[in-house]
């Protein structure tokens, strides 16, 4: 089982965002950033990207990419999390299940109001 949190808003459906390792993040950095509209994250990664590229000697540049790079798969959760709250949602559950909508169906489950929302 994987661990889950809800984060739910008045007008908008609920948003099931996963904890642990974000592999996507980690691979394709500020684009899926971008994807899940953490955009202040997006623009601060590719600023440090565009520095590291540009301004520093060649030899130090794979490494601290790496590390950038696991930086934001370790992080990325954190930071959509923290987008989404910028956006006005509010995390309302901790929900372990096997996979993302499993952990949506808890959440139903849990909170069939929430059900009108998510149809929208």
Same mark, same amino acid.
């Given at each position: 089982?994987?661990?889950?949190?809800?984060? #739910?808003?008045?007008?908008?459906?609920? =948003?099931? =965002? $996963?904890? %642990?390792?974000?592999? %996507?993040?980690?691979l394709? %950095?500020? *684009?899926? @950033? &971008?994807? !899940?509209?953490?955009?202040?994250?997006?623009? =601060? =990664? *590719?600023? #440090?990207?565009?520095?590291?590229?540009?301004?520093?000697?060649?030899?130090?540049?794979?490494?601290? @990419? *790496?590390? *950038? $790079?696991?930086a934001?798969?370790?992080? %990325? !959760?954190? @930071?959509?999390?923290?987008?989404?709250?910028?956006?006005?949602? #509010?995390?309302? !559950?901790?929900?372990? /299940?096997?996979?993302?909508? $499993? /952990?949506?169906?808890? @959440?139903?489950? $849990?909170?069939?109001? &929430?059900? #009108?929302?998510?149809?929208q």
């Open positions: 089982m994987k661990t889950w949190t809800a984060h #739910v808003s008045p007008s908008q459906p609920p =948003v099931i =965002v $996963a904890e %642990g390792f974000a592999w %996507g993040a980690f394709f %950095g500020p *684009l899926w @950033l &971008l994807r !899940h509209r953490a955009w202040a994250a997006a623009v =601060v =990664v *590719l600023c #440090v990207t565009v520095f590291i590229a540009l301004r520093l000697p060649e030899a130090m540049r794979p490494p601290l @990419l *790496l590390l *950038l $790079a696991m934001q798969g370790i992080f %990325g !959760h954190d @930071l959509r999390r923290e987008a989404l709250g910028r956006r006005g949602f #509010v995390q309302a !559950h901790i929900l372990a /299940a096997r996979d993302a909508d $499993a /952990a949506f169906a808890r @959440l139903i489950a $849990a909170r069939p109001e &929430l059900a #009108v929302l998510a149809a």
